[in-house]
């Protein structure tokens, strides 16, 4: 089996498996009951909230979520609440995943006012953060930008653009979509009051995610209950998941050479066939996007996956229906079509990106029209 749809979701790491299958079977105390047990679950928790906070290389809280479409939406529902006074604008990018696009919305039927940003052209990538800085106003009470995007793999620089917005308007909320660029790329690339991460986009368990929150920020709960995590983020803390989580963390390799050598090499070999576009520029090399002219994404996938060979035909999260993110980068829709999104893990190896370039000149000559 050949996987390579890892921004879609990732297989757990052996270490992560055990570590979530041990926890449950030995440590399953509730973090806050007052006996040994419960101290042995709390500990499980400051652990892992350190491993996180060492990789983000940020001081400040990890509040557990369900995963990052939790997390965002918190931030999305409770800044605005707790900061009712700083203005009602917010600055975002044309091309969010879903779970801030959505509850964008729902701000915007509320009478926020909602200034998107799109992407730069592939020859202009320095105009972008630029174009986010100059958007913020004396009214702008969050500015929310993911950091690398899902679908071209796109890289935002959240470090110029914290940095600026700051100087601009000190109360501005900045709000990032980490969960494509938590580590895939370097963390001093980061910079936010509030960053959105999910454990299952680098090999740690599904439903476990987290909220980075620096010192100071605050917003109102979107979960109301027992008061735990602070009274930020009642229920239950799943002890055995959290330990996954930060299993996965300890436990990502720096890939940042291996990503550039396998992008170059499959970029490079699919270059080479007629009617293959590269769409990604700017991007992490972890993900590659390209539209094989004549042969439509479904076709495409589901020739590779009789190889087991598994991609994906654009965003996972739109299950077929095309994002119109690709079109934000400039993708025609006859190309968005024919769009594969190919995204690499620690255990791709050159060998995979050979059998998907002849996966992929096969269905060339079987399929194109
Ligand atoms: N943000 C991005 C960029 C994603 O790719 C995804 C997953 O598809 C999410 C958010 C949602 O993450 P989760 O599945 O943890 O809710």
Known sequence: MIYLDNSATTRPFDSVIKAVSDNMASNFGNA?????????????????????????SLDGDIIFTSGATESSNTVLSGVPKAYRHNGKRIVTTSFEHPSVENPLRKLEEAGYETVRVSPPGRDEPQDFEQRIIDAVDDSTLLVSVMWVNNETGFIADLSKIYTAVKRKNPKTIVHCDAVQGFCKQPAKLLKADLVSLSAHKIHGPKGIGALYC?????????????????????????????????EAVRSYPDCTRKYGELNEKLAGMLTQFDGVVINSYGNSKNILNFSVRGVRSEIMLHFLEEREIYVSSGSACSKGKTSGVLAQFGVSDKDADC????????????????ALAEGIADGIKRFRR
Do not use: C, W
Not at 32 to 56: C, Q, T
Not at 339 to 354: G, H, K, L, Q, Y
């Open 32 to 56: 806050s009951s007052l006996h040994r047990m419960g101290v042995n679950a709390e500990l499980i928790l400051k652990d892992a909230k350190k491993a996180i906070l060492d990789k983000l």
């Open 339 to 354: 769009a594969v999104r190919v995204s690499f893990s620690p255990f791709t190896e050159e060998s995979d990106i050979e």
């Open 214 to 246: 620096a010192k100071g920020v605050r917003f109102e709960p979107l979960v109301y209950g027992g008061g735990q995590q602070k009274n930020l983020r009642s229920g239950t803390e799943p002890v055995d998941l959290i330990a996954g989580f930060a």
